[in-house]
């Protein structure tokens, strides 16, 4: 899993240089309308591989795995970690507003069930190593092993029994030790001034924010929702409703990039109050259109960081 994980940022990486940096190269006579086709043609790439190689790799990545271990014994096919890693980073590379942590779980998730299926365990084995693959692709991905373990353990294996415990931790550990070699150390966020309670009249407006932070996720699960929905219902090729989705994730991208992709480094910069309140309250309202044109049409991502990112600039 962690290596997974270090393969995966990698194609990220390269998938996002390629896409609009080679296409900003092709396209010079658009300017910078050129991004209005990165996601279109990233959602087509997207598209034809779903659709004709592993149509489980659509979409967040996590309900996958979950209806994986309590309906299929932990049965992944194996060639879902490959078609999840190459869509993911496409996706997310030519700036589908998703994030890595749910494909990186379900890679993980299908390179553990992918081993137990070739040694032949039992179903119960199986899920365990589901469940260890998951811990380590959040541990690896977000540089937290605790955090790993305690979301394998409550939301994927549903068991937190001694035996289940003790291996997810080794799992978690080993993915990380990987992730440090190779990706560094370093957290996930940059937290560039340390945050105390100056005075217990601060404490109702972290009340409010908690209700407001509800309310809006809350809207945003709803407008996914339809969104998935819509899509589901239109009578349109499969493999071409991502490119519906792209092309207007990119429309919004001409104007707000800062929906595009997983938006750590948008979300580093309202940590650091580098960003205005009109910005901020704009991106509540633009990032989960932008999240729920990219799944809903059929893009492949998780809703993780799009989460981090509308209650960060909250």
């Known amino acids: 899993s962690g290596y997974g994980a270090v393969v995966f940022r990698w194609l990220i990486s390269t998938a996002q240089v390629g896409f609009f940096e080679g296409m900003r190269g092709l396209l010079p006579w658009m300017g910078r309308y050129y991004v209005i086709l990165v996601p279109a043609v990233g959602g087509l790439l997207v598209g034809l591989l779903v659709y004709f190689l592993a149509q489980e790799a659509k979409g967040h990545g996590v309900p996958e795995v979950m209806s994986a271990v309590m309906h299929k014994g932990g049965r992944i096919r194996p060639r879902v970690a490959v078609v999840k890693s190459l869509a993911s980073a496409i996706c997310i590379g030519s700036g589908g507003s998703v994030g890595r942590e749910g494909p990186i779980v379900q890679i993980g998730s299908a390179l553990g069930s992918t081993m137990g299926q070739v040694l032949k365990l039992s179903d ?174 059929g893009g492949s991502g998780g809703v993780f960081a799009p989460s981090l990112f509308i209650g960060c600039k909250l």
């Open 124 to 297: 119960e084995r199986i899920r365990v190593l589901v469940a260890c693959g998951a811990a380590g692709g959040i541990s690896a991905t977000f540089n937290a092993p605790i955090a790993g373990v305690l979301f394998a353990l409550e939301v994927i294996l549903r068991d937190f029994s001694v035996r289940s415990f003790a291996l997810v931790v080794l799992s978690s550990v080993s993915s990380l030790v990987i992730s440090h070699i190779y990706l560094g150390d370093s957290p996930a966020f940059t937290i560039a001034h340390p945050y105390s309670l100056v005075s217990a009249w601060e404490l109702p407006l972290y009340f409010l924010l908690g209700m407001m932070a509800a309310l809006v996720g809350r809207g945003f699960i709803w407008v996914l929702y339809r969104f998935e929905e819509v899509f589901e219902d239109w009578r349109f090729p499969e493999y071409l409703k991502p490119v519906v989705g792209g092309l207007a994730v990119g429309t919004i991208g001409v104007w707000y990039p800062q929906v595009f992709g997983v938006g750590y480094e948008t979300i580093d910069a309202g940590l650091a109050a580098k960003l205005g309140v009109g910005l901020l309250w704009t991106l509540v309202l633009l990032k989960p259109l932008a999240t729920s044109l990219t799944v809903g049409s």
